[in-house]
């Protein structure tokens, strides 16, 4: 157990309706990441927090994609409409970042595995 | 971005040492290099990073080529548990290529087999 969470572990959801992840991160790391992990695959960036900024977005976040951080705490990732191509493992990353450290280790919560029929 | 290659898969007797090599021949003057790994059903964990020296944890030892155009990570022991993808991931610490550079950029790493 890294210390961070994640929930629902896994959801099966239809074509066309919309699903909420959430993160949790370790309490202190003020940065927050989403990955998204397709099968044989690493996992790529989808988004960064430092607190409640977003300050980066990843080209495959889609319109349909919109991940909130209130108060700099928890995190929620939202898929609209939902579509067989987002089948995938959505994973959240927390770090503590202090300016810009080399040690930037991520610590990675088990991941939402999301199955679109 | 600078990329790294890495075998596709490698096997490991256990309780014997395991070079995993990593070419990053474009690497810059910036980059650190990170070692992440990911067990079955889990999400990816932390292992070691270095820029110059060789480094050594309680996990792993990373050993960097002089020119750092490639690294390799050793684990002393493999264990049953080492089973899993390790993946060589450069991050540019300066952050000179934008402000989206804490983010880490995987590959599809190396999956290790470890044989008992």
């Known amino acids: 157990d890294t210390g961070v969470s994640q929930d629902p572990r896994h959801k099966i959801t239809k074509r066309g309706q919309n699903v909420t992840f959430r993160c949790d991160p370790i309490?202190?790391?003020?940065?927050l990441y989403w990955y998204r992990q397709t099968l044989g695959q690493g996992p790529e960036f989808l988004t960064y927090f430092q607190n409640e900024a977003q300050l980066e977005k990843s080209r495959l976040l889609s319109d349909r994609f919109s991940a909130e951080r209130p108060k700099g705490s928890f995190s929620t990732l939202e898929i609209q409409r939902t579509e067989q191509g987002d089948s995938a493992m959505y994973l959240c990353?927390?770090?503590?970042?202090?300016?810009?450290?080399?040690?930037?280790?991520?610590?990675f919560g088990p991941g939402t595995r999301l199955t679109v029929l | 971005d600078a990329k790294t290659t890495q075998p596709n898969s490698m096997e490991s007797n256990e309780e014997e040492p395991v070079h995993l090599p990593c070419n990053h021949s474009?690497?810059?003057?910036?980059?650190?290099i990170h070692w992440y790994r990911q067990l079955p059903s889990q999400g990816p964990e932390y292992v070691i990073h270095g820029l110059t020296s060789n480094v050594n944890n309680r996990m792993a030892s990373l050993a960097i080529a002089e020119d750092r155009k490639s690294s390799t990570l050793i684990l002393h022991r493999a264990t049953l548990r080492d089973a899993a993808v390790y993946y060589c991931?450069?991050?540019?610490?300066?952050?000179?290529?934008?402000?989206?550079?804490?983010?880490?950029?995987f590959g599809k790493g190396t999956k290790l087999s470890v044989i008992p």
């Open positions: 474009t690497i810059s003057g910036t980059d650190y």
């Open positions: 990353a927390s770090s503590l970042g202090l300016g810009h450290s080399s040690y930037n280790e991520q610590f």
């Open positions: 991931i450069l991050r540019d610490v300066l952050g000179l290529r934008g402000a989206g550079s804490y983010q880490l950029t």
């Open positions: 309490s202190e790391h003020n940065r």
